[in-house]
């Protein structure tokens, strides 16, 4: 009792001395803001009622992550660069940084946020409304052919995330920066590319609800998903997709433990957690030194060891730092935008239908004038525009209001489906993160919907397998 009462005493001193930092941060920033403190106040105030809006219930884990992906890639960035002057990590373009361009990009800004608020706003006002509380609708059971056959379908699930992995591994069917090595037959790569991009996380958290349904005291099963996205980060080279996929997959697990023995369920969590922890470290530095040749080439290999582990350590020092504060894409896009002269309705259509084999030649990477390095074919790296500055080509507050609102809307009622069909808060968590982490980073509008889609198809046929013990209970 002493050690919770502990516990809540240093969350609280914690909370309060977070929220001090962020005050003084904001009136420094508001003093320093290159362009009307007004604007910068409105900008602020938009930007926190987003976050404000994840905490009412029923919560939303599809525009609760996309809020925290949304704040972290606007408002910190403004803020240090108005306070410390720190640098752009993306290209900007014309971008030249007076006080109208500043005024102008965050009032698209805030008409973006308010957008995704209203959203929420009227989700909850909708909810608080309706006579019928959305409910899981899994019911307590597993399905029967998976509690007969739990064994082997485990054995096998695990056997072919990790061939999977290792097969993308060697040839790139999704590689962050690295074209493919391999084309399939059958357009298989689609496939492949989705299981390691979340298909297979969310089959992984599947077995999981399944698992602690069939036998709730019991959590031997419960870590394998952070096994699941150290592979699936590691083999992509990606520093991101470890956190997309277990850190839901936790918020999902803590979210659902109320529902089970509650000593079982608190070891379950610290297990978890410690598996979190430890595996994002492991993976974070692998993935770091793997993306050594791609940052500094092929030969600093073939150098002396000190050298090489003096590079992976600076680049340690230097990347981590930005990883935290920098790399969350959202502001450099929408100041490129804002720096070209070229915006409006016929720009904002062409973007819109523009195909992503245009590749370095897209319409953005253009605006953003990105330095690309083309000797080497094999790799493609593009700068992420995100949503909003897709929206802005338009020149049109109203428009980016509007089609915000729309993605609040999109990612609100994913989740709901998802919770409806099948009852799995774990997976309408993964799901969810994942929906918003593909839709904050948005470079071509084609993909994003091929994403949504086949996320809504994947969503579909897990809700038909957790559904069919339904029908076997009411046989019996």
């Not at 009227?122 to 019928?132: A, D, F, G, K, N």
């Not at 064994?151 to 097969?167: K, L, M």
């Not at 298989?188 to 599947?206: D, F, K």
């Not at 999109?410 to 489906?417: A, K, Q, R």
Request: charged share 15%.
């Amino acid at each position: 009792m002493k050690q919770s009462s502990g516990l809540r005493i240093i969350a609280t001193l914690s909370a309060i001395a977070a929220v001090g930092a962020v005050a003084t941060i904001a009136v420094f920033a508001t003093a320093r803001y290159a362009g009307s403190a007004m604007v910068f106040v409105l900008f602020t105030l938009t930007c926190f009622l987003l976050l404000g809006l994840i905490a009412p219930k029923p919560r939303s884990y599809g525009y609760g992550f996309f809020a925290i992906f949304f704040f972290l890639g606007f408002w910190p960035k403004v803020a240090m660069h108005a306070v410390w002057g720190t640098s752009f990590l993306e290209a900007v373009g014309d971008f030249s940084g007076k006080p109208a361009e500043w005024d102008n990009a965050l009032i698209a800004a805030a008409c973006g946020a308010l957008g995704v608020s209203v959203a929420r706003i009227l989700h909850l006002v909708m909810v608080s409304r309706s006579v019928h509380s959305l409910k899981q609708a899994a019911g307590s059971r597993a399905p029967l052919w998976y509690v007969n056959h739990c064994r082997s379908i485990w054995i096998v699930s695990v056997a072919a995330v990790a061939i999977i992995n290792f097969a993308n591994y060697h040839y790139a069917f999704y590689k962050i920066g690295v074209n493919p090595l391999l084309i399939l037959p059958l357009h298989l790569n689609v496939v492949v590319s989705w299981l390691i991009n979340i298909g297979a996380a969310l089959w992984m958290v599947t077995l999981v609800f399944w698992d602690l349904r069939r036998r709730p005291a019991v959590f031997a099963t419960s870590s394998i998903p952070f096994v699941e996205a150290f592979l699936s980060s590691t083999s992509a080279m990606s520093r991101g997709m470890f956190a997309f996929h277990a850190v839901p997959y936790f918020i999902g697990l803590y979210a659902s433990a109320g529902d089970l023995d509650r000593a079982q369920g608190h070891s379950a969590l610290r297990q978890a957690a410690r598996w979190l922890v430890i595996l994002f470290l492991v993976a974070l530095g692998i993935v770091f030194w793997l993306r050594i040749p791609s940052l500094h080439g092929d030969d600093l290999l073939k150098r002396p060891r000190s050298e090489v582990v003096a590079t992976f350590h600076k680049d340690l020092t230097k990347q981590i730092p930005a990883l935290v504060l920098k790399r969350w894409i959202g502001l450099e896009g929408l100041l490129a935008v804002e720096g070209s002269k070229l915006r409006g309705t016929e720009l904002f259509i062409n973007v819109l239908t523009e195909s992503p084999k245009s590749g370095v030649d897209s319409i953005f990477q253009q605006i953003a004038k990105v330095d690309f390095n083309r000797s080497d074919p094999t790799k493609t790296y593009l700068s992420n525009a995100g949503p909003m500055a897709l929206l802005y080509m338009s020149d049109s507050r109203p428009v980016v209001f509007i089609g915000m609102f729309a993605i609040g809307l999109i990612l609100i009622f994913s989740d709901t489906v998802a919770l409806r069909w099948t009852g799995n808060t774990l997976l309408v968590a993964v799901a969810g993160a994942g929906l918003a982490n593909v839709m904050a980073q948005t470079n071509f509008a084609y993909l994003t919907i091929v994403f949504l889609s086949q996320l809504w198809f994947t969503v579909a046929v897990l809700g038909l397998l957790q559904g069919s013990f339904r029908r076997s209970e009411a046989r019996q």
